[in-house]
């Protein structure tokens, strides 16, 4: 089948996307929402610009559509955005990251219902610690670019999810009970290397931006090194 | 050992629909999973329950093969459909398909001496674009705004939820296990 990600460039929609071609489906292109409303209900908002090189490293189009983030319109500039992509590309379904979100899950459900597409969500009620493993079992590189949560410090940011970091979430999920994956919003992510990039990514240049409840790793500049 | 039912045609959405049922019963239960079109008399003769999980709302091959759940007619020990599970029990069991009700989402229902010790009212995760009514011999134990949400045999083990207990509302898989 022909499919569209909804594509954050985070782990968990690369993951999906992963999942979608392992399973044999091709995948025509993918779709990112840029909201300018950083607290966005539906949109991951960190680095969206560098999305593109994630991309061209896939060699896979990218349609990006811009959204004022208000939180019912950007759910009608979303359905634009995925019936751009069903004329253009002659999509029969949509491919998202959601793992929980009854929110998301449901509002895209609907959107998908309403334009006669497929809507798949390959990571829905997965574990959040799998999720992770899995991400190491498959080498990706993902760096931490967003905490927004009890017990996550700047220190975070930057991180790559490797053994320990997993050893490390989990403790503080122990204390604070977050969610090891980030799926509650505690942290974002970003992905450098995945088994469908042609090439990796790495950070040339990149700033700290301390909000009153969140902290940015905010990516400046990247360059591309072979695999 | 439980038999856990697929009826997805695209294994994409297998883990959507399918995969976290199986996790729920695994706690509880060895559990067999299979393909409906795969399915086979010696697993049923051997097992101690079935559930048949739902699919997508685009997919609903189910509807053309249900001379694959005729077993649903003598098969003497527990049963739980959900949603698509729920619509094929109706309609192997005389039910008929309703003009079709889409429900997307969290929704509130309102159920009455279920078997599931759900509260009067609850909210549930529904999906789906089809509705059927209640067959004879079942009666209806849940309901929401725009159609029947929990049914049950009257006398056997067989129930039936429109809505995903495996989102939201886990103790159903959890007591159905238990049963």
Not at chain 2, 140 to 169: A, D, L, T
Request: glycine fraction near 6%; charge should be negative; hydrophobic fraction near 40%.
């Amino acid at each position: 089948m022909e499919l569209a990600i909804l594509f954050s460039g985070g782990k968990d929609s690369s993951l999906a996307l992963n999942r979608a071609y392992d399973s044999g489906h091709t995948i025509k292109c993918l779709l990112s929402m840029k909201s300018k409303n950083p607290d966005s209900w539906m949109f991951h908002t960190p680095n969206i610009d560098f999305i593109e090189k994630q991309a061209e490293s896939m060699h896979i189009s990218l349609i990006m559509h811009e959204t004022e983030g208000n939180k019912e319109d950007e759910l009608e500039d979303l359905k634009q955005l995925i019936k751009r992509a069903k004329e253009e590309y002659n999509i029969h379904g949509i491919v998202t990251g959601a793992i929980h979100s009854v929110y998301q899950a449901s509002r895209i459900q609907r959107i998908c219902h309403e334009l006669r597409l497929f809507c798949f969500n390959p990571l829905w009620l997965a574990d959040q610690e799998s999720i992770l493993k899995e991400l190491l079992e498959k080498n990706y590189k993902v760096i931490i670019t967003k905490i927004a949560g009890m017990g996550l410090d700047r220190t975070w940011l930057g991180r790559v999810i490797d053994d320990s970091f997993i050893t490390d979430i989990k403790k503080i999920k122990q204390k604070y009970k977050i969610n090891v994956a980030g799926e509650g919003g505690e942290m974002e992510s970003f992905v450098l290397n995945s088994p469908l990039f042609n090439y990796t990514l790495e950070i040339e240049d990149v700033a700290i931006i301390e909000n009153q409840d969140n902290c940015i790793y905010d990516i400046k500049k990247l360059k591309r090194t072979e695999k | 050992m439980m038999i856990v039912i697929d009826l997805c045609n695209e294994e994409l959405h297998s883990a959507e629909f399918f995969a976290p049922v199986v996790e729920l019963v695994k706690k509880h239960n060895d559990v067999k999973i299979v393909h409906y079109l795969d399915i086979e008399q010696e697993d049923i003769y051997n097992s101690n329950g079935i559930i048949i999980c739902g699919t997508a709302l685009k997919d609903d091959s189910y509807l053309e093969n249900l001379d694959k759940f005729e077993w649903l007619l003598y098969y003497d020990k527990k049963v739980l459909g959900i949603c698509a599970g729920m619509q094929i029990i109706s309609l192997i069991f005389g039910g008929s398909k309703l003009d079709n009700e889409l429900e997307i989402g969290k929704t509130e229902a309102f159920f009455r001496n279920n078997p599931f010790n759900l509260k009067e009212s609850e909210y549930v995760y529904v999906l789906h674009k089809l509705n059927v009514s209640c067959p004879p011999s079942f009666k209806v134990y849940g309901e929401s705004k725009r159609c029947i949400q929990m049914i049950g045999h009257e006398k056997r083990k067989i129930w039936g939820v429109m809505f995903h207990p495996e989102v939201m509302n886990q103790q159903i898989i959890e007591k159905f296990c238990g049963m």
